[in-house]
């Protein structure tokens, strides 16, 4: 059972910064990606940034130059850097991992429970 937990949520003031981190625990084959995702009050969630096995990363418009992703490949283990933040950055923030469970499976996306970040003076 691959279990992914996501934590350092909190509030910060305009301006500030905070980094979150996701853990995958359980047993699985192999990692693929590595993604962020965030839900603001009344609208869709959307993938906010996501690093690829391989090193490469991709970002939405909206954080490119202030967020950063990176992953500890020995600890199974990604973060989201979050520097300036905005008020529109408010949402719930979800970790999802795509991993293949065994050698012969698909890959398949694992959701955590989400932490919310709230920027407001």
């Known amino acids: 059972q691959v279990q992914v937990v996501e934590s350092g949520g909190g509030v910060v003031q305009p301006g500030g910064s905070l980094r979150l981190s996701c853990v995958v625990s359980?047993?699985?084959?192999?990692?693929?990606?590595m993604a962020w995702y965030r839900r603001a009050p009344e609208k869709q969630r959307v993938l906010v940034a996501r690093i690829f096995s391989d090193g490469v990363t991709d970002y939405w418009e909206s954080v490119k130059g202030r967020f950063t992703v990176s992953v500890d490949n020995v600890n199974n283990a990604a973060y989201l850097q979050m520097n300036s933040l905005k008020p529109e950055d408010t949402a719930v923030y979800y970790c999802n991992a795509l991993v293949r469970v065994h050698q012969n499976s698909g890959p398949d996306g694992y959701w955590g429970q989400g932490t919310q970040v709230t920027v407001s003076s």
């Open positions: 359980g047993s699985f084959f192999e990692r693929r990606v």
